[in-house]
């Protein structure tokens, strides 16, 4: 959350001349509610079922950039999916970058929409100890404050 899946993704995409889906945004359109509506109305795991309905189908198409939501690689083995059926990137940012950029737009989050300055570095911190585990999965780790798309681009397309 907040490292910048959507904007990394959309330029890498566009770098490939890929096809680029956002997660959130395609469960809310097949869910016909937005995400911060599914916690409330359908809580967290239906959420994470959700998503990994979504992985199971993303994971068949080619030459896509998917930006999935924060939690995807921890929940129903998504991040094993999605090594096997591609090519996954951490945007690897530390917890203070990550709560400067999330501080202005918590209510946008449902995670974080209730949570004070310090109640938010404090969940940050929280969750990344708890899911960098399955982030440090990845085929690639790379700068999430000044990642190059290029660079990034070119081992892709090596692959």
Do not use: W
């Not at 990994?52 to 998504?78: E, L, Q, S």
């Not at 949570?115 to 399955?134: H, N, Q, Y």
């Not at 690639?140 to 090596?158: F, K, N, Q, T």
Request: charged share 30%; with cysteine; net charge negative.
């Amino acid at each position: 959350m907040g490292s910048g899946k959507t904007t990394v993704g959309q330029k890498l995409a566009s770098c490939l001349e890929y096809s680029f889906i956002d997660m959130d945004k395609r469960i809310e359109e097949d869910a016909g509610m937005s995400v911060n509506q599914i916690f409330s109305e359908l809580g967290e795991q239906e959420f994470r079922k959700l998503e990994h309905d979504m992985i199971i189908r993303i994971i068949k198409t080619d030459n896509v950039v998917v930006a999935t939501g924060g939690g995807v690689p921890c929940f129903y083995k998504n991040m094993e999916l999605i090594n096997q059926n591609g090519i996954s990137v951490y945007l690897r940012m530390t917890t203070e970058a990550l709560t400067d950029r999330l501080k202005h737009s918590r209510s946008q989050r449902p995670l974080i929409r209730d949570l004070s300055l310090d109640e938010l570095f404090g969940f940050i911190k929280a969750k990344l100890k708890e899911r960098e585990p399955f982030y440090l999965k990845s085929k690639y780790i790379v700068d999430g404050l000044d990642p190059d798309i290029g660079e990034l681009a070119g081992l892709i397309r090596s692959e």
